[in-house]
């Protein structure tokens, strides 16, 4: 379904950073975001080798699949890789610790034809079963009949935001001037200040105090709940560069934290000894303390990245076909075919 497949691509875009800066996208962050993840779309599908692995993999498209992206992008007016440039995940602290969700929002800055859009989700008949197309505070919204489920607001041609209906309404008021936006926080701002806004990806936080709970029933972890905030920012251009900040709330701590991050590290490189490829990039991990930080860094040369990708493939291509390596399972004994249920409606 055309609604399906707009908010699939979008949300996976967002997980997954013509370049904008996100300081357009920043000044829509509402002040009470506890935690934000920024995603310079831009700058990581002109990166040499993401883009090669993007074009490789359009041109292995199945022909179907083919089809179905090209009626996308003419019906909708968007293809992703052109025309959506930066995304910023945003969410904030739950007002109940015991609550199962909290508000979060999706702020999206691209280039969008917004009647286009809007016409071609009229236009799918399944669309009506799933959203309605309205007004909220006066813009075009998709707003999903399951109130869980959310909606969409263009907020003009180069902006959408998507997610809980209170978030929405949040960065509605920030661009109204109702509201403040992100940098009246005192907290996400000192972060925002330290961490690397020109990185590919990034994030900061504040560490909720229910996950300081959970850590504080595990004893290996019980540790990291003096971590009271993290920043961190990953670049993926020629080199891969990674870098995590964690802010401790004493430095009496900072042996204990250090303690468990070293703990977790040593195990993820244990897990990772069959695969001797990732264990030479885990090696390469550093953990330092500074003053009331413990900092996790990651540096691998493209030298170094291009050596690991050819041991992998050469690795791949030595080892023998799996019908080589193992006898063909005897057949199944026939079984009586179920009677074939009735479609479901969608």
């Known amino acids: 379904m055309l609604t399906k497949r707009f908010f699939v691509t979008v949300l996976l875009l967002a997980a997954t950073a013509m370049s904008a800066m996100a300081g357009d996208l920043m000044q829509l962050v509402p002040e009470n975001t506890a935690f934000l993840l920024n995603v310079n779309l831009g700058k990581m599908f002109t990166t040499e080798a993401i883009k090669k692995q993007i074009d490789e993999g359009m041109s292995k498209q199945?022909?179907?699949?083919?089809?179905?992206?090209?009626?996308?992008?003419?019906?909708?007016?968007?293809?992703?890789?052109?025309?959506l440039k930066n995304i910023v995940v945003f969410s904030a602290a739950k007002a109940d610790p015991k609550a199962e969700k909290q508000d979060a929002g999706v702020l999206i800055d691209g280039s969008f034809e917004v009647a286009k859009i809007l016409e071609a989700i009229k236009a799918d008949k399944k669309a009506a079963e799933d959203v309605t197309i309205e007004k909220y505070e006066g813009l075009d919204a998709v707003k999903a009949k399951k109130e869980a489920d959310g909606m969409a607001v263009f907020l003009d041609n180069?902006?959408?935001?998507?997610?809980?209906?209170p978030a929405i309404k949040s960065v509605v008021d920030v661009k109204g001037q109702k509201g403040k936006n992100v940098s009246a926080n005192a907290a996400i701002g000192s972060l925002l200040k330290k961490v690397d806004t020109a990185a590919t990806l990034w994030g900061v936080g504040m560490i909720p105090q229910a996950l300081k709970d959970q850590a504080k029933a595990n004893p290996q972890a019980a540790p990291l709940a003096a971590v009271n905030s993290l920043f961190f920012s990953f670049n993926y251009d020629a080199d891969l560069t990674f870098n995590f900040t964690g802010e401790v709330d004493k430095k009496e701590n900072m042996d204990a934290v250090m303690t468990s991050l070293n703990g977790f590290l040593a195990m993820v490189k244990m897990l990772a000894g069959q695969t001797p490829e990732a264990a030479e990039i885990l090696n390469m991990i550093k953990v330092e303390q500074a003053e009331t930080a413990a900092k996790i860094t990651l540096s691998v040369p493209k030298a170094k990245l291009d050596e690991v990708r050819k041991k992998i493939e050469d690795r791949m291509k030595a080892a023998p076909a799996a019908d080589e390596k193992a006898p063909e399972a005897p057949a199944a004994p026939a079984a009586t075919p179920a009677p074939e249920a009735p479609a479901a409606g969608n």
């Open 62 to 83: 199945p022909a179907d699949q083919k089809k179905a992206f090209d009626e996308f992008v003419a019906k909708t007016g968007i293809d992703p890789f052109k025309h």
């Open 158 to 165: 180069t902006t959408i935001v998507l997610g809980t209906a």
